[in-house]
Every structure is written in structure tokens, then in C-alpha cells.
């Protein structure tokens, strides 16, 4: 299909002899789509092979209709890691500075970032001394900055205050909005239901890709944290 | 190569510093007060070991604190997941590298002139040759810090491994640079194993420039420190990977 933002054909990655993924093929279009599983599943794997920093054994990943990774693409996609990937020793601004200058943004976008995560408080504070949601918080402000085309979020609402949480989902539908397609990673469940789309992910398989509705309906479950679990057991 | 990355790199390490004050003082300060301690040490000794020991110092200091100082900091690009970011935006390996050789080779520079400053103005080392060239040289042992730390920060797991490499890297190369024995006294297997070690042609530079005024042999040994410079960068750039396990 060429509606799709991400195809993902046949991939295979091992990690430490192990394999992580097999075979794994997935086409994700745009609007907001959680990848949902427990910790340990192979989300985070399965991200970094989509933003084409992770060693694959096999298999294709496009973005956007270039291979993942490919240098065309490294201005239209932000990328936020579990650890806050920012430098401890700066300020929030100096951070956003700093890698505004490396992908060649302008100065305003630097302000729009830090509105957008809500950090204006706390924009001349030294990241390192910031609390662990803030630092996260500055952390996806980077991967704000020069409006990509698609959002790669790993975990980025762990551990936030819900009113906050809340605050960014609305983010991540308003950009979704603009045009941008968001990928968010999440092994809380109850996450899911302000996704548009669904992956639901266990020990590198994906169990279900669907709207959070048509998953519930299909497993004949209230919440998507039941729906889930049935999906498992049927499995089994 | 974009050289407005490569100075957003540049500034970005410098704030850094500036940030970290203990450090910024242990790189500014802690050379002059080592020579210092030298010179003191050698009050009451006859002849002029001063004289014989400085230059080699002079040469020392930029290469190990920045060996140091970058070992340190780019494993913690490493670990932090900054690097895996920054590989993922639009920068080139060089961008990043020459970066970090810009920023520190500032550092080296300013710390050059206050070594230098201390050593020849207040402590009385005697230097024959050009001051300027003597600080070109410190710059370039600096770099060549740099770039070794760099390299070795690949293979490191934590700061404490990082650390650790300076004993194995750095240790053996002050024995055979020429400070306790000359390099032409050592034993043929060790003197053969000086020759390809980069710091012996760094303190050599600086040991000629004390000496005499001459600097054809001066600008050859810069040229062996700067050819082991680049290779160091060219071995640093080939372990960042866009693309890791």
C-alpha cells in the first residue's frame, strides 16, 4: 500500500544469540498507533529498527518509502529513547539549541518545543537537576523540534503525572492532526484506548493491530488489558 | 562534513566545561600547579633537570587530560543514548568527531599559554625555539588525546573501565617517551617500541624546541603526532556505528 508510513517486511533481529523478532511483517499507517505489550517484549527493538539505529539479521524496513535509516530521512523523523537521551549538564534551552542547530531548524522552534511539553518553568534549568518526568519531558521536546513527519516515542509518558499524561496524548493527536504520523510505545494498558490504532505486542510477535473498538469487540472484552489476555489465552 | 554542526558540537562540549567548573579548573589549572611542584621538587639538585624534565611534561598534559576528559565524555554520549540520537538527525561522524578535536584543542590551547606562561615566566625554563610553535605542538598532543580516548571509549562499558585504559595506554608510553631513559639508551626491543609510540615524538618536539632553535626536526615530529592524530579519529569514526547490536 503506499498510504503506509512504515512496511515492514519479513524482519529478523537477534540480540545476544537470542531472537528478538522473526519474520516479523507490519504496515503502520498514519494518526497515533500504541504499541502496547510487557516490558521486555520487543517494542523498543522493533522502534529502534524502524528509526534505523538497530542491527537487523534479515528483512526490510521503509519509512516513509525509503529504507529505515537512510539519510533522506533523518530530517523527517524524531526519535525518543526510554532514557531521557539529553545532555545532563545543560539547560533544557541549550539542549533544544544544540540539536535545533544540528537539524537545521529555526530559533522559534526551539520555544515551540518547550511550550509544547509544557516546560516554559523550567527552560533555563540544568536538565540534570530537573525530576525524572521532566527530564523525559525535555527529552521528547527534542524530538519536536523541525515539525517531523513521523513521531517514534519509546515509553515517553512512563511515570508522569496523569494530568500530564493527558496533556500529551492530546499532543500526540494534534500533530497527528497536522499531518504527522506518531508511533508511541507503552506497557501500560490502560494507554491504549486514546490510541486511533493498536498493536498489541508479546515475546516478538504482534497479537492484534486493530482500532482499540474492533479489538475489544473481537475478543468480546470491556478493556483492551482483558482483551489482551484473551487474545493470549486463545493463543496458547 | 557540515560545519555548522560541527561548531554546534564545538559549542555544546565548551558549555559543557564551562558548566563542570571542578573539571574545567583540574584542566586549566592542575598542569601549572604539577610543574610547578617539578621545578620545587628539583630546588636542590644540581645541574639543570628542570630544564630536562619540563618540555617533556609540557607535552604530557594536554595529551593525558584530554585522553582522559574524552574517554569519559564520549562514553557517556554513548551510554546516555545521546549518541544513538544524534547518529539518527542529519550528523556526519566527522561533525561529531571534529566536534569534540575543536572544542578540546581550544582547551589545550588555553591551557598551553598558562603552562607555558608559568613554566617560562615565573619558573625559569629556557626555551631556545619559537613559544608559538611549543603551544602548535601542545594543540596537536592534545588532539592526539583526543582521538586516542575517543577510540578507546568504544570499548569500554562503564567510567571506571574508561578510566582504566589510561594505565594500560597511556602509563607506557610516559616510560618510553624518553623521560627517564633516553630513547637511544633503552634496550633495542624498547627503543624499537618508543619509535612507534606517538608521545615519544611529541615530548621529542618539545625537547628540540628547548634546545635549539632549529625546527626541521620539530615540524617532522609534529607531523608524526598529527598523522597519529587522524588515524586515531579515522579508528574513532569507524566505531560509531549509526546501527548498533
Redesign the interface.
Known amino acids: 500500500m503506499v498510504n503506509n508510513v512504515i512496511s515492514i517486511h519479513g524482519l529478523t533481529v537477534v ?2 544469540g537470542r531472537p528478538v523478532l522473526e519474520r516479523l511483517d507490519l504496515e503502520i499507517g498514519a494518526g497515533v498507533t500504541g504499541l502496547l505489550g510487557p516490558s521486555g517484549c520487543g517494542k523498543s527493538t522493533l522502534l529502534r529498527a524502524i ?6 539479521e534479515a528483512g526490510a524496513v521503509n519509512v516513509l518509502g525509503k529504507p529505515a ?1 537512510s ?1 533522506p530521512l ?2 523527517r ?1 524524531g ?1 525518543v ?1 526510554q ?8 539547560t533544557v534551552r ?1 539542549n533544544l539549541r ?2 535545533a ?4 531548524c529555526q530559533d522559534d522552534e526551539v520555544a515551540r518545543a518547550v511550550e509544547a511539553v509544557d516546560l516554559g518553568d523550567h527552560a533555563d534549568a ?1 536538565v540534570g537537576r530537573l525530576s525524572g518526568g521532566q527530564r523525559s519531558r525535555a527529552s521528547l521536546a ?1 524530538a519536536l523540534l523541525g515539525r517531523p513527519d513521523l513521531l517514534v516515542l519509546d515509553e515517553p509518558t512512563v511515570g508522569l503525572d496523569p494530568v500530564l499524561r493527558r496533556d500529551l496524548w492530546k499532543l500526540f493527536h494534534d500533530l497527528a492532526d497536522q499531518g504527522a504520523a506518531v508511533l508511541v510505545s507503552s506497557h501500560v494498558m490502560d494507554e491504549a484506548e486514546r490510541c486511533d490504532q493498536l498493536l498489541l505486542m508479546r515475546d516478538g510477535v504482534i497479537l492484534a493491530h486493530d482500532t482499540p473498538e474492533a479489538i475489544k469487540q473481537h475478543a468480546g472484552a470491556e478493556d483492551v488489558e482483558s482483551a489482551f489476555l484473551s487474545i493470549v489465552e486463545a493463543a496458547a | 562534513m557540515t560545519p ?2 560541527t ?3 564545538a ?2 562540549v565548551l ?2 566545561l564551562r ?2 567548573r571542578r573539571t574545567a579548573a583540574m584542566l586549566l589549572l592542575l598542569p601549572c600547579l604539577l610543574i610547578s611542584l617539578l621545578w620545587w621538587m628539583f630546588d636542590n639538585t644540581y645541574g639543570d633537570p628542570f630544564n630536562r624534565f619540563g618540555p617533556a611534561l609540557l607535552a604530557m598534559f594536554p595529551f593525558i587530560v584530554m585522553f582522559l576528559v574524552t574517554s569519559v565524555t564520549t562514553l557517556r554520549e554513548r551510554s ?3 549518541l ?8 556526519g561522524k566527522l561533525d561529531f568527531l571534529l566536534g569534540y578535536a575543536l572544542a578540546f584543542g581550544l582547551v589545550a590551547a588555553l591551557q598551553a599559554v598558562l603552562a607555558v606562561t608559568v613554566s617560562v615566566g615565573l619558573l625559569g625554563l629556557d626555551i631556545q625555539g619559537a613559544v608559538w610553535l611549543l603551544g602548535l605542538v601542545a594543540v596537536a598532543d592534545a588532539v592526539l588525546g583526543s582521538a586516542l580516548g575517543l577510540f578507546v571509549s568504544a570499548f569500554a562499558q562503564t567510567e571506571f573501565q574508561a578510566v582504566q585504559f589510561l594505565p594500560l595506554i597511556v602509563f607506557p608510553q610516559i616510560l618510553l617517551c624518553g623521560l627517564f631513559v633516553p630513547r637511544d639508551s633503552l634496550p633495542d626491543v624498547l627503543e624499537a617500541v618508543s619509535n612507534v609510540l606517538p608521545l615519544s615524538y611529541a615530548v621529542d618536539a618539545m625537547t628540540h624546541l628547548t634546545l635549539g632553535t632549529q625546527t626541521g626536526q620539530v615540524w617532522q615530529d609534529l607531523l608524526v603526532v598529527v598523522a597519529f592524530a587522524l588515524g586515531g579519529l579515522a579508528l574513532g569514526a569507524a566505531t560509531l556505528r ?4
Open positions: 540480540r545476544s528509526v534505523g539505529v538497530q542491527q537487523v535509516g539519510a533523518r530530517h523523523l526519535y529513547t532514557a531521557a537521551s539529553v545532555y545532563d549538564d545543560l541549550e544544540f540539536f542547530r544540528v537539524l537545521g540544568v527534542v | 555548522r554542526i561548531l554546534a558540537v559549542g555544546r558549555t559543557q558548566r563542570d546516555s543514548g545521546t544513538e540520537r544524534l547518529l539518527a538527525m542529519p550528523m549509526r546501527r548498533t547490536p
